[in-house]
């Protein structure tokens, strides 16, 4: 299947024979975990990765998100929170081996399944197929994440010991010079560690998604024998691997709370053990979705953004806690685990509950200048024009009305809007109505009325899976009837800037009408984890000393946002809200997290494959 090199430094590797993974020859089970260090604070990844240890594993996975590393185009970024070298060493310190799924498309609820936005700039830009404007970003990623993998692979001495070809891509199309591509562009950038593909189970998906020479896995959550039969079916012989074992589920806004019961997502684990396969937890430990990074999918035409929380209903909880299901899952590992599995490390210490009443406020509109200037066109500039990726876009022009006008339509709305009429909230659009359009009422009739036109769009994620991906955010038209709007002051409002919250100037009160930041202090002892909750209040965005935390919507079933340890201080901490649709007046801290009332799913094959991780 596969001829692996060996390490010219004593470090073994993973290799397939006789039907079997074998490490340094010796016959090999995986046991192993998801955990996203894009999606876990930086000064927390060596605290996860000893709970993932201590639940018996002995491999952590993580995707590498393309877009989190070059937001802007020749811009790549591995230093800090995007340090991948630090995070794969801290789990080699730990003894843990590691698979990259460096992509270029990871799906993974994340925005754009880890596409850049920038992409969306070329015009009928075909994505994950072999359009020569799609290959050169590609290359010049591989170029730059081979750069940074090779020195940590088993051959190398380091603890990577596989890594993915693309992902999923047997749900997405069928271009099979571009799954190649993709597989000669690791190989010849030094990357000589055991190469895997991972594909849902259903009866095409993992044919258009294997790559010939590449080691196949599958992705279920129950039914085992009918998902590995479907991998038998392209690949004659073993070793068999779930390469995503659905062991809970994702969040979206106006849903129920995944969750899965312990026994039997665990009895399903001993299944996959007992028959000698191995394993990936997907997810071991969720994290969160800080800052914009949430991805949506779109089902039936409906926009599905993803919370904030990434918690997954994993056996490690999104502040780390361990729960039934950590202790059930460790119960049936432990039993094939090669070597001592440590103890369980204590809950980290929580914040004391509190709350902040808010007395300092600042209209959206008045705020402006913090943000980038307008730029000026016959027709409304989308995000990617502006060369923005996530947060808002402002667009503001001027219409006359007649007595008895038309609604107002906004053509190509994604996702979110808030219409604003002479300085006067007039609507909510949101892409999910089955019309995006407003309704004006009757204006006097002298004449037609000019009146300042405000429009106000919130990208609430990038469509991460299948066909749907690769879209344009903002408005494309703004319609008064069948009459267009012309001419255009289009802002991009980039939330998630660092220093925006210290540009902002409060006062007592909020100014102009419309979305308005609001500004007040938590006090606390020392730094520990806590959970912020806004309760009265609409649909926004959280700042914790400057740091985007995520977005809070009323309809949940989120109610708090995670504010880990890292990000507080000893005594005064600032906290701003920019609420869209209606302010409260006090920011509760509290010390236990609520993701919304539970709904436990099954989690099979193939009834998922439409929707899968």
Known sequence: MHADHESTTGTPTLTVADGTFRKGGEPHQILSGALHYFRVHPELWHDRLQRLRALGLNTVETYVAWNFHERR???????????????????QSLGLDVILRPGPYIYAEWDFGGLPAWLMAEPDL??????PRFITAVD?????????????????????VAVQVENEYGSYGDDAPYLEHCRAALVDRGIDVLLLTSDGPGPDLLASGSVPGVHATVNFGSRVDAAFAELRRVQPSGPDMCMEFWNG???????????????????????????????????????????LWNGCNVEDGQLQPTVTSYDYDGPVGEAGELGAKFYAYREVLTRYATGPVPEPLALLPRLAPGQGEVTEWMSLLDSLDAFDPPESAPMPRSMEQLGQDHGLVLYRGHVLLP????????DGLADRATVMLDGAVIGIVDRNHALQEVALGSVPAHGPHPCDLVVIVENQGRINFAHAIGEHKGVAAIRLGRRLIHNWQSSALRLDDPTLTARLAFGPEPGSAGPVFARTVLSVD?????FIALPGWGKGFVWLNGFLLGRYWEVGPQVTLYAPAPLWRAGLNEVVVLEMEHAGSIVELRSEPDLGAGRGVEIGVPAVAAAVV
Not at 75 to 89: K, M, N, P, S, Y
Not at 526 to 530: F, I, R, S, V
């Open 73 to 91: 185009r020749g811009e790549i970024d591995f230093t800090g929170w995007r340090d991948l070298t630090r995070f794969v060493r801290e789990a």
């Open 126 to 131: 075909a994505l994950r197929t072999m359009d």
């Open 140 to 160: 010049a990623w591989f170029d730059a994440i081979c750069d940074v993998m090779r020195p940590l692979l088993a051959t190398h001495g380091g603890p990577v």
């Open 249 to 291: 589920w994702f969040d979206h806004w106006g849903e129920r709370h995944h969750t899965r019961e312990p026994a039997e997502a665990a009895a399903v684990l001993e299944e996959i053990l007992a028959r000698g396969a191995s394993v990936n937890f997907y997810m071991a430990h969720g994290g969160t979705n800080f800052g």
């Open 403 to 410: 007595p008895q006008p038309p609604a107002l339509v906004l």
């Open 526 to 530: 020392q730094p520990a984890d806590g």
